[in-house]
Structure formats: C-alpha cells, structure tokens
C-alpha cells in the first residue's frame, strides 16, 4: 500500500473537497485497477460520512481562559523552580570558593606568622566545633554504627538540610516581599 500513497493522499483531498476535477477522474480509475486502494477509498468514505452526521462539538464556556491559566501557572512554577535551583547551586558554588579562598588565605597567613597561627586556629576550631555541632552528632551517630565513609557526608547532608531550610525559608518569603513593594 505504501506504493500507492499519491492516492491516498489524493484520496483525502477529494474527501476534504480540495482537489481539481481532473484528480477525480485519475482516482476513479486507479480504483477500477487497484482492489486494496477500492478498499481504503471505501472505509474512508463511510467514516467521513460518520464525521458529517456528527454535530460539531463545542467547547465549554471558559475552557481557553481556563487552559490559558493552567499553562502560565505551571510555566511560572517552572520559572520558580529553576530560579531556586540556580539560586542553590550559586549558592554551594559560592560557599565552596569562600571555604578555598579562606583555606588558601589561612595557609598562606599561617607559613608566615607560625607562631600565631597556632593560637588563632585554636581559637578558631573551637568555634566551627560549636557551629557545627550537628554535623558532627550525625558523624558519631554513623561512626557508631559502623559506617565511616558514610559519617563525613552525614554531617555534609544535615549542613545540606540546614541550609537548605534556611534557604526555602528565605524563599518562602520572597513573594511576599515582592507583592509588599508593589503596594
């Protein structure tokens, strides 16, 4: 049948009233040559007299504005979505290079005034002990268990979590912001 697609195709241009008198006449005789070709010709007749006994179906009241409102609330969650998640990888990316750079400056400092550098990273550990204290209970908690390639990144995913609230938090909040500065 693929062999006879140019009549197909000529079938359904007379079917939808757009073909030339003389393509009429050229399938008609085609037909009278091809039984498979008859066949189509036939079935496709039947349904397009189905289709014009049919009434035209009309769409409910209100069905554009109510898709039309569908698609730009999800295209704004989408826009929302993205933005987040941009927001947090710039915001990893950008605590990953301050952690760097502070390494670097630490080092750095350190190779030059030894002396103080010892008191001052004293000083220092003491306090990221106690800011990060719960990265460290969930480190014990694995370590505990038996599972110490997993304490390291435990700790890394509870840092993960917090931020991550403080973040959507952060978020959360945004909206409101932007409509109490439309005001």
């Known amino acids: 049948m ?12 007379i079917l939808d009233g757009e073909a030339a008198p003389g393509q009429q006449e050229v399938l008609r005789k085609h037909l009278l040559e091809c039984p498979d070709c008859t066949a189509v010709w036939a079935a496709w007749q039947v349904l397009a007299t189905g289709f014009k006994d049919e009434p035209m179906m009309v769409p409910p009241p209100g069905l554009a504005l109510r898709v039309t409102a569908r698609i730009e609330e999800r295209s704004r969650w989408r826009a929302w979505t993205r933005w987040l998640g941009a927001s947090l990888l710039i915001a990893w990316l950008g ?15 350190g190779l030059t005034h030894p002396l103080q550098a010892g008191t001052v990273l004293s000083a220092g550990a003491h306090v990221l002990s106690a800011i990060l204290w719960p990265m460290r209970s969930v480190e014990v908690a694995f370590a505990t268990a038996g599972l110490s390639l997993w304490a390291g990144i435990g700790g890394y995913l509870v840092l993960t979590g917090i931020l991550l609230g403080l973040w959507l938090w952060l978020a959360s909040r945004r909206p409101a912001l932007a409509s109490a500065r439309l005001r």
Do not use: D, G, K, N
């Open 2 to 13: 693929t062999a006879h697609t140019q009549y197909t195709e000529l079938m359904s241009l």
């Open 95 to 109: 605590i990953a290079a301050l952690a760097l750079l502070f390494a670097i400056t630490v080092t750095m400092w």
